[in-house]
């Protein structure tokens, strides 16, 4: 079958089409009905054989207007060819069969001889439903859809390779690099991601748009709408801004009811497009800045390889808060959130109180031996605030962006004996304040994107602590602005 061009389908024909996943399980439905009916009924053979003739009519009827429809949808060129060829042929098949069926019921069910054909035709009626409903899902889902969950023994004893063991995450596996020094940075890291979260939809059996992207040919070749890789140039390749558009977006990717790549991956498919997307280089022999290496560093962790770290704060054994105290934060709209069912330990959320200042928090004193986590970004803080907490003994994480916080205030938080990570995003901070935290000897990380902090204020930093991570955000505009951004469409 010759697969037209989508630009030149009328639309009512691809409209009408996109019923056939609907209208396919109807007539499946009245046919097994239809063969329940007739193993299970103790009429007599004749009497059956007539009392399921409209349901048998009906099927085959619907049938058709279903093969009709599906033909309309297989113009979209969005699936394998040769499976999709015999999908149509078997539930033609299958629709005849089933008009056939009817006919023998209406018209040879008084003929002993000629009755006789009618169980075999209901038996393989049987087996073209399977058959053609096992290709339907095939070239909907993937090949692997019906023994993706197969479990073991049975997968051995069909040949089945065993299925590695699936995060909790909707079924996805997680990605780990071995060897960094060696790990290719498409087969490796781009990859497995686009085949965790994009193969689906654009594989050898299913193509939306036209597009595969199960092979570096495939990709770079584009699809539709063209090429959708712009080595390079992130801002215009087309996977790049379909990723970064708002979810309710129509031309958002993936689609709503997918997995959405994590902040992490779009991070990574950025900076792989803007270093050139070469199909083999090394991962090692391109270049990349703090924040992919942070990113990095989560993909190498590997089993019991690399023990996942854990403040030593969070191993103490400490009284709980008391409600009163708790309560007392709540009535300012702050969250406060449990961090462990375990242990005492709590974070506080000024998601929901962006107006909050000095003065209200000063509750904060009533659980400040419990508190590890603080998230105070947009607020309207002071230093003031940074001396008030500089006294809590458990602090971890600190988060004080977009706010008004200075030099002195920074200067407060050298007293906090277990501080790891703390985001100063978008702070007006220079180069000589930054350097105040050289006397936080625990700290881990840091975010410094949109602040005053010049790369000379960096470097020194970094000579300072030469462990400390130090986030500087994506070179350029991050996120990419992709909303106003046009999709290029086909002409």
């Given at each position: ?42 009429k007599?053979?004749?009497q ?50 089933s ?26 009626a ?20 019906l ?64 597009l ?18 712009q ?30 790549l ?74 406060v ?25 000063q ?21 003031a605030l ?53 006397k ?52």
């Amino acid at each position: 079958m010759i697969l037209l061009d989508t630009e030149v389908i009328p639309d009512w024909i691809l409209f009408f089409g996109h019923f056939h996943p609907m209208l396919v399980h109807l007539p499946i439905g009245m046919l097994l009905m239809g063969m329940i009916l007739y193993v299970f009924s103790k009429k007599e053979e004749v009497q059956r054989q007539t009392s399921i003739a409209p349901i048998l009519w009906t099927t085959g009827i619907m049938a058709l207007i279903s093969c009709a429809m599906g033909w309309c949808l297989s113009l979209a060129g969005e699936y394998e060819g040769d499976t999709l060829k015999i999908h149509q042929w078997l539930g033609i098949c299958l629709a005849l069969c089933s008009l056939a069926l009817a006919y023998m019921t209406q018209h040879w069910s008084q003929d002993a001889f000629m009755s006789r054909f009618f169980k075999p035709g209901l038996l393989l009626a049987f087996i073209l439903v399977m058959w053609t409903g096992h290709l339907g899902g095939n070239l909907t889902h993937g090949s692997d859809y019906l023994t993706n969950y197969l479990p073991q023994p049975w997968r051995g004893w069909l040949g089945i390779a065993p299925r590695e063991q699936a995060t909790e995450e909707k079924g996805i596996q997680p990605i780990r690099i071995k060897n960094l020094q060696e790990a290719l940075i498409f087969q490796d890291l781009i990859q497995p991601t686009l085949k965790q979260k994009c193969w689906s939809c654009h594989n050898a059996e299913k193509q939306k748009g036209k597009l595969r992207m199960d092979s570096p040919e495939y990709l770079m070749k584009g699809g539709a709408n063209g090429e959708i890789i712009q080595a390079g140039n992130p801002a215009e390749s087309d996977l790049i801004k379909r990723v970064l558009l708002d979810p309710s977006h129509e031309d958002h990717m993936p689609p709503k009811g997918k997995v959405y790549l994590t902040e992490d991956e779009i991070v990574l498919l950025q900076w792989w497009v803007k270093e050139g997307a070469h199909f083999n280089k090394k991962i090692i022999n391109i270049p990349y800045d703090a924040r992919i290496k942070s990113i990095l560093a989560k993909y190498t962790q590997v089993g019991n390889q690399q023990e996942a770290y854990i403040s030593p704060v969070l191993k103490e054994n400490i009284p709980a808060a008391t409600d009163a105290d708790i309560e007392k934060l709540r009535k300012h709209h702050l969250l406060v959130i449990a961090l462990s069912k375990e242990k005492s330990f709590l974070e506080v959320n000024a998601i929901n109180a962006k107006q909050i200042g000095d003065k209200e928090l000063q509750d904060l004193d009533g659980i400040k031996e419990q508190l590890v986590s603080l998230k105070l970004g947009g607020t309207n803080i002071s230093d003031a605030l940074l001396q008030q907490i500089s006294s809590y003994p458990r602090l971890v994480h600190l988060q004080i962006d977009h706010t008004k916080i200075s030099r002195q205030g920074l200067s407060y938080l050298s007293s906090l004996k277990h501080l790891e990570t703390l985001n100063l995003v978008a702070n007006a901070i220079d180069d000589q304040a930054v350097l105040e935290l050289a006397k936080l000897p625990t700290l881990r990380k840091v975010y410094l994107w949109q602040s005053k902090v010049s790369d000379q204020g960096i470097k020194m930093l970094q000579k300072k602590m030469p462990k400390l991570i130090i986030d500087q955000g994506w070179k350029g505009k991050w996120p990419l602005d992709t909303l106003n951004i046009p999709i290029k469409k086909p002409e």
